[in-house]
């Protein structure tokens, strides 16, 4: 029986048909394992081997990687919500209402985007938090947790912005709060302290260059809406590639040693 | 009640509902780690020697986990709405105005600090603190696994900044504040009404000094004091202190600076509830 089963398999793989689609076997050896990586191009940024303990939950809780999976949901969701949505102070929130209400599954996209992104959130800050509680900024990590610290910004300044993209009620004013803090700033807002209020008003300081405006307005949405969409993301694509590129790099996951 | 419930049902503050529980969940697994290595010992060289293929025992791995976060990610955006509001509208100011949860210890800080401080050079300490870490702790113990022994000190300010006046603040600031940035308790009707006697008075004032001029000074001498713990710390202890001789005279004046100003939105804050004090130091530019 297990001969014969044995001999239907190598008939099989030993066929035209299958040889035309698979172009070779899978042997279980370490070659084949590591070439697995080296040959992929979504894998390669991995090392062949790591040591046993990166594996383990309880050390790294996973948080890089989930953040990182949140960001990837973030975008395909993004693009598809894309083709709906108009940021022009006229059609936003109606694009937004058709969402919801017209489109055949507008609401799941739209749902998914945003707590895909409030996801990412809380995994960079808890991500962050293991990082630290393992001293895994010491050297020769040292870099790569500051270009961390800059992703966590970057994610953060990702959700703000696509925080006023609905136009409604919630939005329009978290966002209005968000930036008032920029009237503030040293020399270089308004209403900030050791300002010459006699060169910069509030028609050109800082909070001005970030709303197009006086107020938030549609200049402000057409602005935010390019910063979430291109601007940021571009930056967080290539923030996280050499961040990856430095756990590698820096001999992988930290451990004891 | 009710605008409590209001608060902790809308779905925005889903996420602040998981941090709840996530941080106590995670603290708690670091921590049944770290006292393993504390009573155990550093796992040796040999066991961190075996290396294993990534392919397939750590790509096995991420394939389980995102598939466990896409079904927890699917199931949220079926059963949670992502919230629209009525069309924004320029004229109309909700009270009170929040921005997104993940900014709210930022706002509960301009209750005790003007926005410049709060909004803007806080903010640029934390960023630059946080960026600066790795290069002034300088202990080359605890690297690479769970301990509390080996750095007491890293973590405990590193902890007190996380929990306390991140996740902390920004709990209060969501589901605490009400109209007028008002303290409301759960139980508490949201009076959009409510009467808060303005009796917050400078430190100066509450140590009679009613005059401008002096009241600057006085304000002055107060915060140069504050820093000053700093420098006289190092010269009180260096002769004796091993750690401050390593640490070195830069990296001190960094780690103290970014030290006390951490701590002094505690105190701040403590002066304001405990005396309501407003202002430590009025100067004719600006007031801290
Ligand atoms: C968009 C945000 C981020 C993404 C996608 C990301 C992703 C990752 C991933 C996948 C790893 C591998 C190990 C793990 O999963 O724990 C990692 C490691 C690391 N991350 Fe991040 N990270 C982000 C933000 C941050 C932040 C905010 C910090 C710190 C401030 C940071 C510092 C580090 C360091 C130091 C390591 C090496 C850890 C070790 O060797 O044990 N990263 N990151």
């Known amino acids: ?257 | 009640m009710e605008h409590f419930l209001a608060l902790v049902s809308k779905p925005d503050n889903v996420p602040i509902l998981a941090i709840l529980f996530l941080i106590p969940y995670f603290m708690w697994l670091a921590y049944k780690q770290a006292r393993q290595t504390d009573r155990a010992g550093v796992p040796s060289d040999a066991a961190l020697n075996d290396k294993v293929y990534v392919w397939p025992y750590l790509c096995r791995n991420e394939f389980v986990c995102a598939i466990i976060i896409m079904l927890v990610l699917g199931v949220w955006s079926i059963m949670i709405d992502a919230p629209l509001e009525e069309p924004s509208d320029p004229a109309k100011t909700p009270n009170p105005s929040k921005a997104p949860w993940y900014f709210l210890a930022l706002q509960e800080m301009l209750v005790y600090f003007d926005p410049w401080i709060a909004g803007v050079v806080l903010p640029g300490f934390i960023i630059a603190g946080l960026i600066a870490i790795p290069y002034i702790d300088i202990n080359p113990k605890g690297k690479g696994y769970y301990t509390i022994k080996e750095r007491p000190f890293a973590l405990a300010v590193f902890c007190f900044g996380f929990i306390i006046l991140w996740i902390v603040l920004m709990i209060v600031g969501t589901f605490l504040r009400g109209p007028g940035w008002n303290i409301f308790m759960p139980w508490q009707y949201w009076d959009p009404h409510k009467i808060v006697p303005l009796t917050n008075v400078n430190l100066s004032y509450l140590f009679g000094i009613r005059d401008d001029t002096t009241a600057n000074f006085f304000g002055f001498a107060v915060v140069a004091g504050y820093f000053a713990l700093g420098p006289i710390f190092y010269f009180w202890k260096y002769k004796t202190s091993r750690f401050l001789q390593e640490l070195g005279l830069i990296r001190y004046v960094i780690v103290s600076f970014l030290f006390l100003s951490m701590v002094a939105l505690p105190i701040k804050m403590i002066l304001r509830l405990a005396l309501n004090i407003k202002y430590v130091w009025v100067s004719p530019w600006f007031n801290i």
């Open chain 1, 1 to 257: 029986m297990n001969e014969e089963r044995k001999g239907l398999k190598e008939k099989i793989t030993n066929s035209d048909i299958w040889k035309s689609i698979f172009r070779h076997g899978y042997e279980n050896t370490g070659r084949r394992y590591t070439l697995q990586i080296l040959q992929n191009v979504w894998l390669h940024l991995h090392p062949p081997r790591i040591s046993r303990h990166a594996l383990n939950f309880r050390f790294t809780w996973c948080m890089g990687g989930i953040t990182f999976l949140m960001f990837l949901v973030t975008a395909v969701t993004g693009v598809l919500l894309m083709f709906y949505y108009r940021p022009v102070a006229e059609y936003a929130f109606r694009d937004v209402q058709a969402l919801e209400f017209d489109i055949p599954f507008g609401m799941l996209l739209r749902n998914m985007h945003r707590w895909a992104a409030h996801g990412m959130v809380i995994s960079v800050m808890l991500h962050m938090f293991r990082v630290f509680l393992t001293g895994s900024y010491k050297k020769p990590r040292e870099f790569n947790w500051a270009v961390g610290v800059i992703l966590l910004l970057i994610t953060f300044f990702l959700s703000f912005t696509g925080y006023l993209l609905p136009w409604d009620q919630l939005a329009y004013w978290a966002v209005t709060v968000g930036t008032n803090m920029a009237r503030a700033t040293p020399v270089l807002g308004h209403e900030g302290p050791f300002t010459p209020t006699d060169i910069v008003t509030q028609a050109n300081d800082v909070r001005f260059a970030l709303l197009g405006g006086t107020i938030v307005g549609p200049s402000t949405l057409l602005r935010f809406y390019i910063l979430h969409c291109v601007a940021v993301p571009l930056v967080a694509s290539l923030l996280m590639a050499l961040h990856f590129w430095r756990v590698r790099k820096d001999g992988g996951i930290s451990g004891p040693l």
